[in-house]
């Protein structure tokens, strides 16, 4: 069973960084498409960047041009450089691979809270 442990996260004023990372244990991570998750207080987790075993990114409109996604498949790990952050990006922030159906493979790991305030 793959689990994920999630890090990076803190309390960041607004227009901060935060470098978040997130390891998976088992083999063959390569293969899977990884993305990252956001949810927030009240509010239905959403996917906010995907990464392909390729190398191909996608990003919800909400983070485009400000968070950038990455992988280390010799780690088995995933990062996710958020850049001008704002208080509307504060959540707990999870990794997953997404099926086609946008369910995910793996059980959720602990997340990582992110908190923008001045």
């Known amino acids: 069973q793959v689990q994920l442990v999630e890090s990076g996260g803190g309390l960041v004023q607004p227009g901060g960084t935060l470098r978040l990372s997130c390891a998976a244990s088992?083999?063959?991570?390569?293969?899977?498409?990884m993305g990252w998750y956001r949810q927030a207080p009240g509010k239905q987790r959403e996917l906010v960047a995907l990464?392909?075993?390729?190398?191909?990114?996608n990003y919800a409109d909400s983070v485009k041009g400000r968070f950038t996604i990455s992988r280390d498949n010799a780690k088995n790990t995933v990062y996710l450089q958020m850049n001008g952050l704002k208080p509307e990006d504060a959540a707990v922030y999870y990794c997953?691979?997404?099926?086609?159906?946008?369910?995910?493979?793996?059980?959720w790991g602990q997340g990582t809270q992110v908190t923008v305030s001045s």
């Open positions: 997953n691979a997404p099926r086609l159906d946008m369910s995910v493979l793996w059980p």
């Open positions: 088992g083999r063959f991570f390569s293969s899977y498409a």
């Open positions: 990464i392909t075993s390729l190398n191909s990114t």
